[in-house]
């Protein structure tokens, strides 16, 4: 266990279904959520706020160590609070993405997150959603779970959720890009994408949103969560 409450994370490749599964688990059990991947795009936007230079290391780090950050799960998604104020949408522009990007960049930055993340591990529990919380933040979390799913399922996946908000897409494409970032996160020196040694591995190709669910809700139940 890490910190003052236990952890479930939930690492994978993108598209695997970490998002809805987090989001779920952590409404069933009443627990936090932490949604690492939108952690950059709240630090560049509270970085704006705070007017620094977002290529100012130590600045920039120094917002990231005081974050008041919170992640709401809710019917479309999650819900993003900064300092109490719902900023989600704010967080969804171009330049959002384009913050996340500058300050990512940074050691200091990705250094201080690691401390925020782990300091987010409060009672009742934390469901971590990621792509190294069991294996850099929390590797002593007891359990971990890394979802999966075949780059085709992904891709799919992808595919209709994109179509279905209106934007002509490729399913060729997608699955050429999943397939050269998969290999990009896999074999990337820092925080390489791999299951940690200790993780349960669950594959979403053939199965639903409820059967996952319900997969996670059996393992933490086995562990007492």
Same mark, same amino acid.
Request: hydrophobic content about 45%; aromatic content about 4%.
């Given at each position: 266990?890490?910190?003052?409450?236990?952890?479930?994370?939930?690492?994978?490749?993108?598209?695997?279904?970490?998002?809805?599964?987090s989001?779920?688990? =952590?409404?069933?059990?009443?627990?936090?959520?932490?949604?690492?991947?939108?952690?950059?795009?709240?630090?560049?936007?509270a970085?704006r706020?705070?007017? !620094?230079?977002?290529?100012?290391?130590?600045a920039?780090?120094g917002?990231?160590?005081s974050?008041?950050?919170?992640?709401?799960?809710?019917?479309?998604?999650?819900?993003?609070?900064?300092?109490?104020?719902?900023?989600?949408?704010?967080?969804?522009?171009?330049?959002?993405?384009?913050?996340a990007?500058?300050?990512?960049?940074?050691?200091? !930055?990705?250094?201080?997150?690691?401390?925020?993340?782990?300091?987010?591990?409060?009672?009742?529990?934390?469901?971590?959603?990621?792509?190294?919380?069991?294996?850099?933040?929390?590797?002593?979390?007891?359990?971990?779970?890394?979802?999966?799913?075949?780059?085709? =399922?992904?891709?799919?996946?992808?595919?209709? +959720?994109?179509?279905?908000?209106?934007?002509?897409?490729?399913?060729?494409?997608?699955?050429?890009?999943?397939?050269?970032?998969?290999?990009r996160? +896999?074999?990337?020196?820092?925080s390489?994408? !791999?299951?940690?040694?200790?993780?349960?591995?669950?594959?979403?190709?053939?199965?639903?949103?409820?059967?996952?669910?319900?997969?996670a809700?059996?393992?933490?139940a086995?562990?007492d969560?």
């Amino acid at each position: 266990m890490t910190g003052a409450a236990p952890v479930i994370c939930i690492d994978g490749p993108s598209g695997a279904g970490k998002g809805t599964l987090s989001q779920r688990l =952590a409404t069933d059990l009443g627990w936090h959520l932490l949604d690492s991947g939108a952690l950059y795009r709240v630090v560049g936007f509270a970085g704006r706020l705070a007017a !620094v230079s977002l290529e100012d290391s130590d600045a920039v780090a120094g917002v990231a160590r005081s974050l008041d950050v919170d992640f709401r799960p809710t019917e479309g998604g999650v819900s993003v609070w900064l300092a109490g104020e719902d900023v989600t949408a704010s967080l969804r522009t171009e330049e959002g993405g384009r913050d996340a990007s500058t300050v990512a960049a940074l050691p200091a !930055v990705r250094e201080a997150l690691l401390l925020r993340q782990q300091e987010l591990a409060r009672p009742p529990g934390l469901i971590a959603d990621g792509r190294d919380m069991g294996t850099v933040v929390f590797p002593r979390a007891p359990l971990k779970i890394f979802l999966t799913a075949s780059a085709e =399922a992904r891709a799919e996946r992808r595919f209709h +959720q994109l179509q279905g908000m209106g934007e002509s897409v490729s399913l060729a494409r997608l699955l050429t890009d999943i397939q050269q970032r998969d290999a990009r996160d +896999q074999s990337r020196t820092v925080s390489p994408l !791999v299951p940690a040694e200790d993780a349960i591995i669950i594959d979403s190709t053939a199965l639903s949103a409820d059967e996952v669910l319900q997969a996670a809700r059996d393992l933490a139940a086995a562990r007492d969560l």
